[in-house]
């Protein structure tokens, strides 16, 4: 029952258009536009950034919300932001009279959605692999439960794993690793994965940060330090 709730969000619409709207053109809409230019004329495409204003691509042109507004009452609106920011441009296209999962969406919901019904094909905005069940961190609300392990264990994930998944998530830009004081092989494979995509963005949640600053260069990542 869930998964056909999570795969009917859209209106039957969306099933049989050919041209859609993309709305934010940050890190998530390049890796996914390319992907998206394959199945459909992409007419507009919208953000609020001025240091891309004017930009192209194909033969598109990166323009403001103002630019375009008049244009989008009876178009389909595929919006690449975050959750933080489309809720802000949820009421951008509320306020024309544009109605959620009817004349836009997320997405995520798009690919999760139309890829599936009409190419049989997964699209995942997220995968998780874990290295560790080990964690001193405690963290109240711990994604992954590490808490409640009575007895963490180190899993058996080597190069050849690590890489394998990298090349199945092949658009991966982010990944995230918790490192302490008593297990440092997520360095290690934070290198790996930075080794195998230069672009992709490596996130650290720590409590060590000389360990971060030695392994890498000070600029060529974010950290999250609890």
Request: charge should be neutral.
């Amino acid at each position: 029952m869930e998964n056909k709730r999570i795969l009917n969000k859209l209106s039957p619409e969306w099933n049989e258009i050919s041209e859609i709207v993309v709305y934010g053109f940050g890190r998530t809409a390049v890796r996914n536009v390319d992907k998206l230019a394959e199945d459909f004329h992409i007419s507009l495409i919208i953000d609020k950034d001025p240091q891309i204003h004017g930009k192209q691509y194909g033969d598109c042109r990166v323009q403001t919300f103002d630019e375009v507004k008049e244009n989008l009452p009876g178009k389909k609106v595929v919006v690449a932001t975050s959750s933080v920011a489309y809720t802000d441009i949820s009421r951008q296209l509320q306020s024309l009279g544009m109605k959620e999962h009817i004349d836009f969406c997320r997405l995520k919901d798009f690919m999760a959605e139309w890829y599936w019904k009409n190419r049989h094909q997964v699209c995942l905005s997220q995968t998780f692999s874990s290295v560790t069940s080990r964690c001193t961190f405690r963290c109240k609300h711990c994604n992954f439960f590490a808490p409640y392990f009575k007895e963490g264990i180190h899993y058996d994930y080597d190069e050849i794993d690590i890489l394998k998944d990298c090349d199945y998530s092949k658009t991966y830009d982010a990944a995230f690793f918790y490192l302490n004081k008593k297990y440092t092989q997520s360095l290690d494979i934070a290198k790996l994965m930075k080794k195998n995509n230069p672009n992709c963005i490596i996130f650290f949640i720590s409590d060590c940060y000389h360990y971060i600053h030695e392994a890498f260069q000070i600029n060529a990542f974010q950290y999250i330090f609890k």
